[in-house]
Structure formats: C-alpha cells, structure tokens
C-alpha cells in the first residue's frame, strides 16, 4: 500500500462546476500537508498548505481530518485554467515529502 | 519565484555514460531535493541534503550520488546511465514550513 493514495480520475467536469479530490495517507505521524498543482510538462507548484482548521483560498478550500488521515481539496466554480494535475503531499518529518500519484482534472467548456 | 535553475534542460546519452545534473539556488535554502518523475509512479525522492556536505538517501537512491560543496548547488551524478533512468528530474528546495519550490525539470533520456 503506498503512504500516500489519491484517486487518479480522470475528473471531467464542465465549467462552474465544483469538484472534490480526496488524498488518503498512513503515517499517522504526519505533520504538515499541502496540495500542489502540475500542468502538462511543468514542475509541480504549491497550490496552497493545509492546516488541522481548514483553509480557503479564494475558489480552493483545503481541509484536514487527522481522524481518519486524509486530506481533501475543494474547487469552486471550475475555470478551464483549472485543468490540471493535483497532487497530495505529506511530510512525516523534518526535510521530507511524500507525494501522491496525483488526480488529473479537465474542466470543459 | 523560488530562484531555481537546472541544467542542463534536455539531455539524451547512452547507456553506460556519466551524467551530472545540476540545480543551483539563489535563495541560500537549507533543504534541496533531487527527484524523478515517470508516469504511474509519480514523484519519488533520489536524494536529498540538509547542508553543505550533508545529505541522505531517498526512496530511489540506487545508480545516483550527489554532492553539495556550496550551499547554492547541488549536483546529482548518474555514474553509469541505464535506459531505466530516462525519466524528468526535478530539483527542489523547501522552506522553513516545508513547503516545496520546483526548478523546471531536466528531461534525460538514455538511448
């Protein structure tokens, strides 16, 4: 089982539409988490961290459920700039990260 | 902008060649990270290093070596390049709240 599990989708969504990724982890001993977001052929970019009180970002709402290990992100209002990868990153330590496979959404017009 | 470069961008070698990436920061950041990316696995660490002269292995460190004389480069060598080693190498480095910045990625394919 990986550390870190995402749904790999695709999610195909038309625009405005609101669409949920959910990122499972399983090191309990987990300390900071973060989405990030990779366009085609592109370094990965921090999108936004995570924290234990939830967190929004204009469109995006990150939340964590340390409970029941998982983190989700919440995108409002779909923009065809919105099509990307996801991807999930847990640290369980100073200094590293674990990522997931990533969650591929494409927003149609 | 996180100031990261690598080089070269695009590489293609043959197998049993050396190779050396690089990846050099502007930003004086403790952290870099070396990884590779190929489709079905995602991100997977190589190495990584905590300062100058200091570093670690990763999930897949077998077939590479670093090294970091300066705190603002950090070089990955692949001492005999093999075909399973064509993939996207990304450097990074990460801040004090552990957030990770990118360089653009060096594709190396090995023929």
């Known amino acids: 089982r990986k550390e870190v599990e995402q749904d790999p989708g695709p999610f195909n969504v038309p625009e405005g539409a609101t669409v949920a990724f959910n990122c499972t982890y399983s090191n309990s001993a987990s300390q900071s988490f973060f989405w990030y977001r990779q366009d085609c052929r592109k370094e990965p970019k921090l999108l936004m961290s995570?924290?234990?009180s939830g967190n929004e970002d204009g469109r995006f709402t990150a939340q964590l459920n340390r409970a029941s290990q998982y983190i989700s992100l919440l995108i409002r209002d779909s923009k065809l700039s919105d099509s990307a990868t996801y991807l999930c990153?847990?640290?369980?330590?100073?200094?590293?990260?674990?990522f997931g496979d990533g969650t591929t959404l494409t927003v149609k017009p | 902008d996180a100031g990261i470069t690598q080089s070269p961008r695009h590489k293609v070698t043959e197998t049993g060649t050396p190779v050396t990436l690089r990846c050099h920061q502007t930003e004086n950041h403790r952290y870099m990270y070396w990884y590779r990316q190929d489709p079905g696995h995602g991100l997977r660490l190589i190495h990584y290093?905590?300062?100058?002269?200091?570093?670690d292995k990763g999930e897949v460190s077998d077939g590479y070596s670093v090294s970091r004389s300066k705190t603002e480069d950090f070089l990955l060598t692949l001492e005999s390049a093999t075909s399973s080693q064509t993939s996207v190498y990304f450097c990074?480095?990460?801040?004090?709240?552990?957030?990770?910045?990118f360089g653009p990625g060096t594709r190396l394919t090995v023929t």
């Open positions: 290093s905590y300062g100058v002269k200091d570093t």
């Open positions: 990153v847990v640290n369980t330590n100073a200094g590293k990260s674990t």
């Open positions: 995570v924290y234990s």
């Open positions: 990074a480095i990460s801040t004090g709240t552990n957030e990770q910045y």
